[in-house]
Antibody
Framework: QITLKESGPTLVKPTQNLTLTCTFS??????????VAWIRQPPGKALEWLAL???????RYSPSLKRRLTITKATSENLVVLTVTNMDPADTGTYYC?????????????WGQGTLVTVSS | SYELTQPPSVSVSPGQTARITCSGD??????AYWYQQKSGQAPGLVIY???KRPSGIPERFSGSSSGTTATLTITGAQVEDEADYYC????????????FGGGTKLTVL
């Protein structure tokens, strides 16, 4: 059964960097057409797409957050890491990782449960 | 940056047809995808590539797209369909980044 799980700190201080890890099972990022994305959701607000890493290590970022985001993968360990620099209270929210299935366009067919990150001093 | 626009809310009675729209300039060239998010849960895919329904999604869910507007239709909405619905697409600029619409709260009562 395909699963994804997010892990990382639940509380960070403003200006600190956030590092989140998505650990997944029963698929591999060596498979053509697969990728892992990060999506976040502030409390009571809409989903916001952040970043996507493809099987071939191609990467896509939200234009508005690109300067603060880095996405990497460790294929042999079945994990993807998202780093967000210079965290702000506006970055508070639930962060999801999801499996991408497609090529240039595609869909997210499996999602993690999400992890709530609060930014506060 | 690229945006997808959805109505904030749609309300129908059980058994009625609910239609949720999503507008975006790149939709004539890019597929639309629809995700359902029930309270306290992660989102789940209900429509992909404008019109296709994943296995396990009830037939009452359908999608269409014309010009700059994609539409999710729930024919004979059920109480259990009450949820937030998000459209998703990819911008057609050089960024090739993803974008979600602002979400639509569907109320069925």
């Amino acid at each position: 059964q395909i699963t994804l799980k997010e892990s990382g700190p639940t509380l960070v201080k403003p200006t600190q960097n956030l590092t989140l890890t998505c650990t997944f099972s029963w698929f591999s990022l060596t498979t053509i057409g697969l990728g892992v994305a990060w999506i976040r959701q502030p409390p009571g607000k809409a989903l916001e797409w952040l970043a996507l890493i493809y099987w071939d290590d191609d990467k896509r970022y939200s234009p508005s957050l690109k300067r603060r985001l880095t996405i990497t993968k460790a294929t042999s360990e079945n994990l993807v890491v998202l780093t967000v620099t210079n965290m702000d209270p506006a970055d508070t929210g639930t962060y999801y990782c999801a499996r991408f299935n497609g090529d240039y366009e595609g869909f997210y067919d499996y999602w993690g449960q999400g992890t709530l990150v609060t930014v506060s001093s | 940056s690229y945006e997808l626009t959805q109505p904030p809310s749609v309300s129908v009675s059980p058994g009625q047809t609910a239609r949720i729209t999503c507008s975006g300039d790149a939709l004539p060239k890019q597929y639309a995808y629809w995700y359902q998010q029930k309270s306290g849960q992660a989102p789940g895919l209900v429509i992909y590539e404008d019109t296709k329904r994943p296995s396990g999604i009830p037939e009452r869910f359908s999608g269409s797209s014309s010009g700059t507007t994609a539409t999710l239709t729930i024919t004979g909405a059920q109480v259990e369909d009450e949820a937030d619905y998000y459209c998703y697409s990819t911008d057609s600029s050089g960024h090739h980044s993803g974008v979600f619409g602002g979400g639509t709260k569907l109320t069925v009562l």
